[in-house]
């Protein structure tokens, strides 16, 4: 039975940073796609950031390039992602996921990936 836990979210205020880990059971992680989605309150969920298996280039959505880090840990099967300067447009909830044979077009997708994480509440205000 696949799993994905999160962890690391909270309240924080405009500027801060914060980080946030996703553990993974039940696969081998290695193999997988990993990525971050949002959803806001009346939003749909949307990309936020991905890295394919060989843990190569990642990629971002606009918003959030220059601002945030997503990086995994195949020997702790965790995927992470670290964001700085973060402003109120980035409250919401945080959502990790995993697919085994997404191609490149699909990263960004959230209907193509597998499996996912219950979410973890990322709020910044002042």
């Known amino acids: 039975q696949v799993q994905l836990v999160e962890s690391g979210g909270g309240s924080v205020q405009p500027g801060d940073s914060l980080s946030l880990s996703c553990a993974a059971s039940g696969l081998t992680f290695s193999r997988y796609t990993v990525g971050w989605f949002r959803q806001a309150p009346g939003k749909e969920r949307e990309f936020v950031a991905a890295?394919?298996?060989?843990?190569?280039?990642?990629y971002y959505t606009d918003s959030v390039k220059g601002r945030f880090t997503i990086s995994r840990d195949n020997a702790k099967s965790t995927m992470y992602l670290h964001m700085n300067s973060l402003t109120p447009e980035d409250t919401a909830v945080y959502y990790c996921?995993?697919?085994?044979?997404?191609?490149?077009?699909?990263?960004?997708?959230?209907?193509?990936?597998?499996?996912w994480g219950q979410g973890t509440q990322v709020t910044v205000s002042s």
């Open positions: 890295l394919r298996p060989t843990n190569s280039n990642p």
């Open positions: 996921a995993a697919d085994a044979s997404l191609i490149l077009s699909a990263l960004r997708t959230a209907s193509q990936y597998d499996y």
